[in-house]
């Protein structure tokens, strides 16, 4: 493996996510697939089959992933697969947030989440489904559908809270 290679997968290992719980960000990057392939030039590597990503309590499944640098940095994600999910520990004493969709793209430095195609978000009982739905990591927002829905409607459950017996 040529040196500028090795150096390349090592910043790619060491960029940071910028997800889930505070420390995530802290954590190293760990990626798992059954090929990878790394353009130096380009600054992009691209991960298949099977592919499992991890930083802390976030964890991305696909069957394709890849990754955009700029310095060193990743600036975005975009995971394909049938679908693709994702899942993150918001906060400590939170339920998990789960998302999936065929295509999914994140951009680390907005706190941006964009699921899209057969998409799917949802924590606990509550649940979102759309075509098109972002989510703001950092402010816990959620937007579901798009502005030119063309008949496209936004399906949200939100089931009542169980009331303890008396």
């Known amino acids: 493996m040529k040196l500028s ?16 719980l505070e420390t ?3 954590q190293p990057v760990y990626i798992d697939s059954d090929n990878a392939v790394y353009d130096e030039k380009a600054e992009v590597s691209t991960y298949t089959g099977n592919v499992v990503a991890k930083q802390g309590s976030i964890r991305i499944d696909a069957d394709k992933l890849v990754v955009y640098m700029k310095d060193g940095d990743i600036i975005k994600l ?4 049938k679908p693709s999910k994702f899942e993150q520990l ?12 065929l295509v999914n793209e994140f ?3 907005k706190n941006l989440l964009i699921f899209m195609q057969n998409a799917s978000v949802w924590q606990g009982d509550a649940k979102q489904s759309s075509d098109h739905i972002e989510y703001d990591t950092k402010n ?8 030119r829905a063309d008949g496209k409607r936004v399906h949200s459950v939100i089931k009542p809270k169980a009331k303890p017996a008396q």
């Open 78 to 81: 975009v995971a394909t697969g």
């Open 90 to 101: 918001p906060a400590v004493g939170k339920e998990k947030m789960y998302g999936e969709g």
């Open 140 to 147: 816990s927002l959620l937007k579901a559908g798009e502005p």
């Open 5 to 20: 290679k090795f150096i390349g997968w090592g910043l790619l290992l060491s960029a940071r996510l910028a997800f889930g």
């Open 107 to 109: 951009y680390p430095d």
């Open 24 to 26: 995530d960000a802290e």
